[in-house]
């Protein structure tokens, strides 16, 4: 009687031991787990991230923009966009002045001339981003290019230098 007495404790000591082992190997693997998830987060937060492969390509096929003298520039003022967004509920707008940076006075000329078909490509364009598409600094800075590109197109040639938002709004 005595014998069973003292075996019991020692067993409970082992299963209380065990328990211990596995509740820390669990939250090894829990912490494992959740820095891999993390990783690619803080590496483009943090680190700065790596630039994709094709984004050097994409700059070196494009035509360089004429070296215009600074003097020579002159900006353009388009009128304010509004459009709606191409967010699931149709609820969300927005609400976009910007300054078009050109290379000459026959540029401006040219651009104001073709205000209708500029105004349609940057609605079409704006109308079709959504609001995580906007909402970050790399997805404006996209959002420039991307009208550059289109202004470009319409004015046939590399007449427009940069874009500059003067109000941009998301409601």
């Known amino acids: ?11 409970e ?3 209380g031991g065990m328990l211990k082992w596995i509740i820390i190997l669990v939250v090894l693997l ?7 998830f993390a990783w690619p987060i803080i590496k483009n937060q943090l680190l700065g991230g790596e630039a994709p492969a094709n984004a050097t390509q994409e700059t070196e096929a494009q035509p360089m923009a004429p070296a215009a003298q600074p003097g020579e ?3 353009v003022t388009l009128p304010t966009f509004v459009v709606n967004l191409a967010d699931p509920l149709g609820r969300r707008y927005l609400k976009l002045t910007l300054s078009v940076e050109v290379a000459n006075k026959e540029s ?7 205000e209708a078909k500029v105004r349609d490509a940057i609605i079409l364009l704006l109308s079709s981003k959504t609001f995580s598409e906007l909402s970050s600094i790399d997805a404006k800075l996209e959002l420039k290019d991307e009208i550059v590109k289109r202004l470009n197109q319409i004015m046939g040639g590399s007449s427009i230098l940069r874009v500059y938002f003067t109000e941009m709004v998301v409601q």
């Open 13 to 15: 000591k082992k299963k």
């Open 73 to 75: 520039t002159e900006l």
């Open 30 to 36: 829990g912490l494992v787990a959740a820095g891999f």
């Open 1 to 11: 009687m005595a014998d069973e007495q003292l075996e019991a404790p020692k067993s």
């Open 108 to 114: 401006a000329e040219v651009l104001g001339k073709s």
